[in-house]
């Protein structure tokens, strides 16, 4: 049952900032703005070192794990190609993303089109598991400046489908191209793609992950 949606119409804005922050800290860039590794802050000050802000949370890297895996079992292996990690998607200039669980069609990515170099042709579908980015502005709305903004353009670059799910809130956000957000507990079941449904929070419930 769907019990909200929301519009894509809302333009993201993003402030500017004159602070020079290294190009190692950039974790994405979308429509040619930089977003950071969620604690770049720290290493900026040497309280932290790189390595120790670039994993996944353990919660993060076990959805990631659980719905590659249920995608594997589900979809005609003929057909698609499963993956997850942190996939690097270089879909234009200045428009480079990780993606957290994608589904290719594999007349789309051709064995010649996987190289050691960013994927450059699209998946069908993307998974995302939470907000791993900040901006130089602490005040920024990360919704509006990174999820509506990442979420156009996957859909912009030929994305047919994302689903994003929020740890925080437990909700998931389903998009179509041209169609308002469906909104629901993480709970419900959810078709991640032709059929194969998944409900994280029974998942978790099994596994006995703690939430904060």
Same mark, same amino acid.
């Given at each position: 049952?769907?019990?909200?949606?929301?519009?894509?119409?809302?333009?993201?804005?993003?402030?500017?900032?004159? !602070?020079?922050?290294?190009?190692? @800290?950039?974790?994405?860039?979308?429509?040619?703005?930089?977003?950071?590794?969620?604690?770049?802050?720290?290493?900026?000050?040497?309280?932290?070192?790189?390595?120790?802000?670039?994993?996944?949370?353990? @919660?993060?890297?076990?959805?990631?794990?659980?719905?590659?895996?249920?995608?594997?079992?589900?979809?005609?292996?003929?057909?698609?190609?499963?993956?997850?990690?942190?996939?690097?998607?270089?879909?234009?200039?200045?428009?480079?993303?990780?993606?957290?669980?994608?589904?290719?069609?594999?007349?789309? @990515?051709?064995?010649?089109?996987?190289?050691? !170099?960013?994927?450059?042709?699209?998946?069908?579908?993307?998974?995302?598991?939470?907000?791993?980015?900040?901006?130089?502005?602490?005040?920024?709305?990360?919704?509006?400046?990174?999820?509506?903004?990442?979420?156009?353009?996957?859909?912009?670059?030929?994305?047919?489908?994302?689903?994003?799910?929020?740890?925080?809130?437990?909700?998931?956000?389903?998009?179509?191209? *041209?169609?308002?957000?469906?909104?629901?507990?993480?709970?419900?079941?959810?078709?991640?793609?032709? *059929?194969?449904?998944?409900?994280?929070?029974?998942?978790?419930?099994?596994?006995?992950?703690?939430?904060?």
């Amino acid at each position: 049952m769907i019990s909200e949606s929301v519009s894509l119409s809302a333009e993201p804005k993003v402030k500017a900032t004159k !602070r020079k922050i290294p190009a190692y @800290l950039v974790r994405e860039t979308i429509d040619g703005i930089d977003f950071y590794y969620p604690g770049f802050r720290q290493v900026l000050n040497k309280q932290k070192k790189l390595d120790e802000i670039m994993g996944d949370s353990g @919660l993060q890297f076990f959805l990631k794990d659980y719905l590659s895996d249920v995608l594997k079992i589900g979809l005609d292996k003929k057909l698609y190609r499963v993956g997850s990690g942190e996939l690097g998607f270089h879909a234009s200039v200045r428009n480079n993303m990780g993606l957290d669980v994608v589904i290719f069609d594999k007349s789309i @990515l051709t064995p010649d089109k996987i190289t050691p !170099r960013y994927v450059t042709v699209p998946p069908k579908v993307v998974i995302e598991i939470d907000v791993n980015v900040e901006l130089p502005d602490h005040g920024s709305d990360l919704f509006q400046e990174y999820v509506i903004r990442k979420v156009d353009s996957l859909f912009k670059h030929g994305v047919e489908k994302v689903i994003w799910f929020f740890s925080k809130s437990k909700k998931v956000f389903i998009a179509l191209p *041209g169609q308002a957000w469906q909104i629901d507990d993480w709970n419900q079941d959810v078709e991640l793609f032709e *059929g194969v449904k998944v409900n994280v929070a029974d998942y978790i419930a099994q596994e006995g992950f703690k939430l904060e």
